[in-house]
């Protein structure tokens, strides 16, 4: 048995890779912080012109009508260059929502935006996945009101919000009755908001059910593992090229036991989490009974995997981890923000002892 990234899949990814690269890596994301740009358009324009934005929207709808796998790959590839676009929500979770729960003409209408990066989709889940406070939005009388925390693609033109029944609606940015407010998080490379809902009038998904609702949840949990990834086989290069450069006693630190074998837990502990992700993806599509479980231990392993890699390498740069001018913060930093978003890592292990019949 084979598993493994078809030929297809290696090239979607050196595509990919190859773009972010060419549009200024680091360089494009310090500039999208430093000038607090609320939408990198070029780097959307571009993601969009190869078929990016639209990579799990059907053909149909002017999409590629690829996998869970194929946009897991892409989202991997994000972390990796700590892109400042939107992606998980606008390409991934707004189109899952309205590929299952939308009405033929919410398909119509949104799909094709969707796919030709004309418009972008915020996506507010954070309250089913775990109380916080009195968060949470309400459905009554075809109207929503109340607040949803931690919006994943936060400066949008549109919303999918999920209520607090497990219903999804669409709202958009500029409804009558909804305030938008941006957060401050320690990842300044993708907008996060906060929207407070008084009396908004909602264009509610008919197909929406829990069942759905949890679709989007495992497909973000996934999309996130595989964003942490991207950044932390990143943050482990960005460490072993460091340590052939620095000098101390006129030797490379990489000459140095400690620093050898700091440099080799990082891959002993990153390299199996892979064929981690990888399957947690494939079974989004092809193994339903496993896609929950599956995605809530690849996002929780990660998380922690994750959070392991961005200290270890930043202790191999020494003073140097911490400065600006090595810009290592900005994958630490995005690797903090995907470890808790949709459930930290003891939330998503809950989860998973409880889809197990382990926990009440």
């Known amino acids: 048995m084979e598993f493994g990234l078809s030929q297809e899949q290696v090239m979607l990814q050196a595509s990919v890779e190859r773009f972010l690269a060419e549009q200024g890596g680091l360089a494009r994301t310090r500039k999208f912080i430093g000038d607090n740009e609320v939408r990198a358009s070029d780097v959307l324009e571009g993601l969009a012109g190869l078929g990016i934005m639209g990579l799990i929207i059907p053909e149909e709808f002017g999409g590629v009508g690829l996998s869970f ?7 991997e590839a994000m972390g990796r260059f700590v892109t400042p676009a939107p992606y998980v929500g606008t390409a991934v979770l707004a189109p899952l929502a309205l ?4 009405s033929e003409a919410q398909k119509s209408h949104w799909l094709p935006r969707l796919a030709a990066g004309e418009v972008v989709a915020g996506v507010a889940l954070s309250e089913a996945t775990g109380p916080r406070g009195d968060a949470g939005v309400t459905l009554k009388d075809g109207k929503l009101s109340g607040t949803a925390l931690f919006v994943i693609d936060y400066e949008a033109d549109i919303y999918v919000l999920a209520d607090r029944e497990g219903g999804l609606h669409l709202v958009p940015a500029n409804a009558l009755g909804l305030t938008r407010i941006a957060l401050k998080t320690i990842d300044g490379t993708r907008p996060t908001g906060e929207l407070r809902l008084d009396g908004v009038s909602a264009d509610a998904l008919p197909g929406s059910s829990p069942v759905v609702l949890r679709e989007l949840i495992d497909v973000g949990r996934v999309m996130f593992a595989a964003d942490i990834l991207g950044a932390s086989q990143d943050m482990l290069d960005q460490a072993v090229a460091y340590s052939k450069e620095r000098k101390q006693f006129e030797r490379a630190i990489a000459t140095f036991q400690a620093v ?5 837990e990082m891959v002993a502990a990153l390299e199996p989490c892979r064929a981690m992700v990888w399957y947690a993806a494939h079974a989004l599509d092809a193994l339903p009974d496993e896609a929950s479980v599956t995605a809530c231990h690849a996002k929780a392993h990660l ?14 740069h020494g ?16 690797i903090g ?3 808790q978003i949709l459930g930290g890592p003891q939330t998503v292990r809950e989860d998973a002892a409880r889809l197990q019949g382990f926990a009440a």
């Open 69 to 75: 796998l194929d946009a897991a790959i892409v989202a």
């Open 99 to 102: 590929m299952r729960a939308g």
């Open 260 to 264: 050898k074998h700091m440099c080799a």
């Open 303 to 316: 998380s922690e995997v994750g959070t392991f890699v961005a200290r270890r390498s930043t202790e191999v």
């Open 319 to 334: 003073g140097m981890g911490f400065t600006d001018l090595v810009g290592l913060h900005y994958w630490f930093k995005r």
């Open 337 to 339: 923000f995907d470890r």
